[in-house]
Structure formats: C-alpha cells, structure tokens
C-alpha cells in the first residue's frame, strides 16, 4: 500500500469539498505528474474515482430533491452519444500506448486550460450574457439546445481527460438557468457527471487497463477529505482559493505539453 495514493484521494476530496472544483482537474495532473501514472491509465481511474467519490453526494442531493432529472437527461442525451464515439476512437489506438497517452495528455491539456479560463472569467461571461433583464441575449430555443450541445463537448472533454463534468458542466448551467436555486444546478450536475464518469470508465476498461490497486487507495481517503473540507469550508476564503487553483491547473496545462 502506498501511502501517497491515499493522501492525494484525501487532499482532492477535501478539496473539491471546499471549492466546488472536479476532481479530474485535480487528480488527473497529479497522478500524471507527480506520480508518474500512465496518463491513459490515470484518465480511466480517475473515471471510475470520481463516479464513485459523486455517487454520494448525488444521494445527498437527490433526497433534498435538489436535482432537476430533466435537465441532467438533456445534457446526457449529448455527453453519451459524443462519449460512446469517442471511447470508439481511443478503442481503434488501444494497441499503441503511446499514441493513447500522447491523446490523453493534450486533451487534458485543453480540457485544463477551458476549466481554468471557466473558474477565472464565469462572472464576466455570466454579466455578458445577462446584461439586460428585460431582454435576455438567450432565447429559449438557445436554452433548451444549450445543454445538449455543452454535454457533447463535456462527453468527449471527460471520455479524454476525465475532466469537465465538474467546472464546466455547473459554469454551464449557471450561465444559462440564473433563475434556477444554485443548490439545484448544482445537484443537477452531479447527477450528470456521475452517469457520464461511470460509462466513461468502464469504457476505458476496454481501452486501457484500470488500476484497481491505486484507485481503492484514493477512495480511502476521500471520505475522510470530504468530511474535513466541508468542515473547514467556511474558514478560507472561497474565490481567492478557487483563482489560486485556476492559476495553478492553467500552469500544469502548459507543463503538460511543453
């Protein structure tokens, strides 16, 4: 057992507790980078962590009746056909590891940098977007058609990197439903990211291997990360910790392909 494993499932629990940030966009470049993980075999656990790790809070939110089903079928009904070719076109490269990694690395590289641009701009672009109340720059055919179109970038983003069903997927909807309880987008979210990380991964499983070992020793420490970044979640200040991250993952973007 590698101790290591399970501080970093602790710290990115605890983490994203705290911020609201996916943890794809934590995990995935540490695994990478700091532990010198595949980046296809990273991708795919982190998959199957994060559909584990949200699979509770989706619990949590469904009871309170905080999850629009609806609307998270709308953003499906894009992610997973866009997934399911996609995952066909890394199946095609399944045979060349490093033709698997070299796609997985630039796609997190881009799916990083979107996230990040997403966590430092989202109130300029929600102000842009809703700059007049009484006549609102999105219609509603636009409205209804948004989610299906963000799922289709968010599916093929998540099947690549694992990473976009958290920052993008909630800057998404809180850009196009402002009138919506946030508690509700945000619960709507999860419950799309938690279908899409677990299709995503066991499609991975037949791409490239999953590493069960690894991912049960980052499990172990997310319950335990959850607990304590929600506790301490009021003590820091949020927007400085969450420009911070943003600054960091635009840095690792550009580590990742230089």
Known sequence: ???????????VAALVAMTGV????LMTPVLILGLHVSPIVAVGTDLLYSAATKTGALWVYARRGQVRWSLAGRMLAGSLPAAALTLAGLWLLRGNAHHLDTVATVALSIALASSATVILF????????????SNPPIGDRLRDFAPIASGVVIGVLVSLSSVGAGVIGVSVLLLLFPKINTRHLVGTDIAHGVVLALVTGIGHMFVARIDFSLLGQLLLG?????YVGTRIA???????LRRGIAVVLLGVAVKLVV
């Not at 997310?222 to 959850?226: A, C, L, N, Q």
């Open 1 to 11: 057992m590698n101790f290591s494993f399970t501080l970093l499932g602790f710290v």
């Open 22 to 25: 996916g943890g794809g966009s």
């Open 122 to 133: 989202r109130e300029q672009l929600y102000r842009l977007l809703h700059s007049g109340e």
């Open 222 to 226: 997310s319950v335990p990360g959850i």
């Open 234 to 240: 009021g003590l820091l200040p949020e927007t400085t």
